[in-house]
């Protein structure tokens, strides 16, 4: 019994040292598939992002792997542009970004680089173009840190392919993707490429780079962490003449840091998920609040669908964001799915029982009734959903003001308080909460300076939308604690009807009251008495009470206005 006892005791430890065993690995998997670039697929990202060593790396001339994202500046060394030739090229100074792709050769101490140059406010024209986008090739020396660049574009290329020569990295494929979800469309962004001076340059202009690389540590805690420093001069010696299209450039640029920059996303995935998470505790507290059929009907249906509308939207867009960066998947897939969550069930939940209650005759009816206006509410939902995507898409350069159309979600409530003259519809909490968490998200895109979209930030957009949805927030709390109706004026009201009216007390002198069965002394008790329409006497606080769960008469079951 002994030895049996061992070993069960054995057997026992072995299956909590197994089950131990499987959660490291799930938790490793799990932290694999974080991990911004993976580490099977030999890549340039892999070798940039983990500082991969190479075998050659000994002595003084080791090889650096330059390929990356360097972000810098630009300006004239003559202060500004002294050449005839471009006109336009005004500026004395500005931003710039350069992308690079270093593959090594057959020749030893080469690689071959590709990329592109960004120069952001360039130009300073009527057309308001205000950058250029330059393709590169050449060669990198690395054991004299040489880099040699040319962009000869004599001849015409194609501006619908001018984009394949970027690098499929998480910061520039992010940086499209809000660009083309928040800034410009690619139809827009090519009509610029059609009136740029840009052309004019490449056809006349042959654009030459030479560049030296050093090794800058990182003032970071990853202090192991090199970075690369790129400087040098820009120049551009005229096809067929021997003027210069504009005068020579100094640029200075760094690398990026993408592991950083990998970190911005996912903190805002994060931000993304515990704000949802919020969401569906409000939603849960709200649909609580009016969990009976007249608390419901009292809700805008429309406000709801809106921020359904709304919450799908955002589960599109990161989960599209996921697909395009294959690295980002899990953080904007989780993302992605708890929108869904809110979306699909919580918020369609609510709309479908608002829909119930403010239709009480439908279900006494066939349920071919009922499926068919059900069928009817959903087509109209997901129309609406796929005609705002067509509508953004066509008006794709009005984003902010559509963003601000969309957020007016309480406007509908509002109208409906007023119209229903509604007690209370909606939760305190509910109203503040949702308020709060809905800027979350345009704040941090237009209104953080260093967000990873890297969509340039708008202050006064931002404060625009805080004081819109402060106001709305406010004139529902003011009809919550005063009444639907309280700025409204009375010569504008409608005639409403009045429970505590006159009545001839010598038709009954005592009555029942059929909520409560006690009886009501008509005589003495006035102020404490109401009747409704059909001539039924009840307590207030009972008949009150009464329409907080239905608005019916309890004894003839007709329908009662608003108190």
């Excluded at 419901?296 to 249906?301: E, F």
Aim: net charge positive.
């Amino acid at each position: 019994m002994k030895k049996k006892r061992e070993v069960l005791g054995l057997g026992f430890e072995c299956q909590v040292l197994f089950c131990l065993l499987i959660w490291l690995t799930a938790i490793s998997q799990q932290a694999d598939g974080l991990r911004p670039i993976r580490e099977k697929t030999r890549s340039w990202s892999d070798e940039w992002l983990f500082g991969r060593k190479q075998e050659a790396e000994v002595g003084p001339f080791s090889a650096w792997n330059i390929t990356g994202t360097y972000r810098g500046t630009w300006k004239f060394l003559n202060s500004v542009n002294s050449s005839s030739k471009l006109q336009d090229f005004q500026k004395e100074n500005g931003n710039s970004v350069v992308e690079l792709v270093a593959v090594p050769t057959k020749i030893t101490g080469v690689h071959y680089v590709q990329g592109v140059v960004v120069f952001h406010d360039v130009f300073d024209n009527e057309q308001n173009v205000g950058g250029a986008q330059i393709n590169l090739e050449g060669v990198y020396i690395w054991p004299f840190r040489q880099l040699r660049l040319v962009a000869n574009s004599g001849k015409e290329s194609d501006s619908g392919l001018e984009d394949n020569n970027l690098l499929s990295n998480p910061y520039h494929l992010l940086g499209i993707f809000s660009s083309q979800v928040f800034q410009e469309s690619p139809r827009d962004r090519l009509l610029r490429r059609k009136i740029s001076p840009v052309n004019k340059m490449e056809k006349h202009c042959n654009i030459e780079i030479a560049a030296q690389v050093s090794r800058v540590a990182s003032s970071e805690n990853n202090g192991d962490k090199n970075y690369y420093h790129m400087e040098g001069l820009m120049e551009s010696p005229g096809v067929g003449d021997d003027g210069d299209c504009f005068s020579a450039l100094l640029l200075n640029a760094t690398s990026v840091n993408v592991e950083v920059y990998y970190n911005k996303a996912v903190n805002y995935t994060l931000m993304v998920t515990f704000v949802s998470f919020l969401q569906v505790l409000l939603l849960i507290r709200q649909m609580e609040h009016g969990n009976t059929q007249s608390g419901a009907a009292k809700v805008s249906i429309v406000m709801i669908g809106q921020q359904a509308i709304m919450d799908a939207y955002l589960c599109l867009l990161h989960l599209t964001a996921g697909i395009l960066v294959e690295s980002l998947f899990n953080a904007f897939a989780t993302a992605a799915f708890f929108k869904f969550v809110v979306f699909s069930i919580f918020e369609m939940r609510y709309l479908l029982a608002i829909w119930k209650a403010t239709r009480p005759s439908n279900s006494g009816e066939g349920w071919e009734t009922m499926r068919r206006e059900l069928s009817f509410l959903y087509s109209r939902f997901y129309g609406i959903l796929l005609g705002g995507i067509l509508i953004m898409y066509q008006f794709h350069n009005y984003m902010q003001p559509i963003l601000l159309l969309m957020y007016s979600f309480w406007i509908p409530q509002i109208v409906a308080n007023v119209i229903r003259d509604s007690r209370k519809p909606l939760h305190p909490y509910y109203i503040l909460g949702m308020t709060a968490t809905r800027l979350a998200i345009p704040l941090y895109v237009f209104g953080c300076p260093h967000n990873f979209m890297r969509v340039d930030p708008n202050k006064f957009w931002c404060v625009c939308l805080c004081i819109f949805m402060g106001l709305q927030a406010v004139v529902l709390l003011l009809q919550h604690y005063f009444g639907s109706r309280c700025f409204v004026p009375r010569q504008m009201l409608p005639e409403k009807y009045n429970y505590h009216r006159r009545f001839n007390r010598d038709v009954s002198r005592n009555t029942d009251c059929v909520i409560c069965m006690t009886a009501i002394d008509l005589r003495q008790h006035t102020n404490d008495c109401m009747v409704t329409p059909c001539e039924h006497f009840f307590h207030s606080g009972c008949l009150q009470r009464w329409m907080d769960i239905k608005m019916e008469c309890p004894t003839c079951r007709r329908s009662l206005p608003p108190a």
